[in-house]
């Protein structure tokens, strides 16, 4: 069973990484866009309007799987500070505040900066089609004198 789970594994971290980016850059969407529900936000606004711009360029990024890590980094560290920053000064822990989601997002963009991309992203795609690295010579072979 779990030899099968390994197997998954990627897919199912590419899974999660499509997922968090889509509902990341609905956000974003709906802030900029005023669409699912919500006004949009009058442009150069500070500091809601330049993370509607982070959310979407940034979820869209992290939903294709390009520039996933780099992306991720940035979408993470903006929903830190949007916790920190517009949440914690309402209360301590999120359920009080109001900062589910902006610490949600946080720690699953975390997770995606140090797991990757996993399958099915145009980051392994690019990268496929680059040169393939060269074998590697077994480092166990004794050296002759």
């Given at each position: 069973m779990y030899t099968r789970l390994n197997h998954a594994q990627p897919y199912a971290l590419g899974l999660f990484r499509m997922v968090i980016g889509l509902l990341f850059a609905c956000h974003g969407a709906a802030s900029l866009f005023g669409v699912l529900g919500k006004e949009t936000?009058?442009?150069?606004?500070?500091?809601?309007?330049?993370?509607?711009?982070?959310q979407l360029v940034g979820g869209s990024l992290v939903l294709l799987g390009l520039g996933t890590r780099v992306a991720a980094f940035v979408a993470s560290g903006s929903m830190a500070y949007a916790y920190f920053n517009v949440h914690q000064p309402?209360?301590?822990?999120?359920?009080?505040?109001?900062?589910?989601?902006?610490?949600i997002f946080c720690w699953a963009f975390l997770l995606i900066v140090f797991n990757g991309p996993g399958a099915l992203s145009l980051d392994r795609l690019i990268g496929a089609r680059g040169t393939r690295e060269p074998e590697r010579r077994d480092q166990r072979t004794a050296v002759t004198v």
């Open positions: 936000l009058q442009a150069g606004a500070w500091p809601g309007w330049y993370a509607a711009v982070i309402d209360g301590l822990f999120p359920m009080e505040n109001g900062g589910e989601a902006s610490a």
